[in-house]
């Protein structure tokens, strides 16, 4: 059974920083790139970062470029989203997501699998 749980979701002033993490279980890590996606209250769940299954590419929606990055360590099974500068418009649930594949993923519909989600929320 493949699980992704986030953690690391908080309350944290505009302009400051948060890191959330995501822990899958059940796959073989090193073989799906990761992405990390947020829904916002009424709205559309977004696309803000993907990473290939080695770490050596990665890809940034514009809103989140230059002060969000997102990294992997397959020893520890783990892909990180460091969010730095951070703006009341990023309050959101973010989620992780793998999909089996040796690039970058950046469509929603072509992820396999969910986690269920860390609240981000940055105040004014």
């Known amino acids: 059974q493949v699980q992704l749980v986030e953690s690391g979701g908080g309350l944290v002033q505009a302009g400051g920083s948060l890191r959330v993490s995501c822990e899958p279980s059940?796959?073989?890590?090193?073989?799906?790139?990761m992405g990390w996606f947020r829904q916002a209250p009424g709205e559309e769940r977004e696309f803000v970062a993907a990473?290939?299954?080695?770490?050596?590419?990665?890809y940034y929606a514009d809103s989140v470029k230059g002060r969000f990055t997102i990294s992997r360590d397959n020893a520890k099974n783990t892909v990180y989203l460091q969010m730095n500068s951070l703006k009341p418009a990023d309050t959101a649930v973010y989620y992780c997501?793998?999909?089996?594949?040796?690039?970058?993923?950046?469509?929603?519909?072509?992820?396999?699998?969910w986690g269920q989600g860390t609240q981000v929320t940055v105040s004014s």
């Open positions: 997501a793998a999909g089996l594949t040796g690039g970058l993923i950046i469509s929603r519909y072509e992820y396999a699998y």
């Open positions: 990473i290939s299954r080695s770490g050596g590419s990665t």
């Open positions: 059940g796959l073989t890590f090193s073989r799906y790139a």
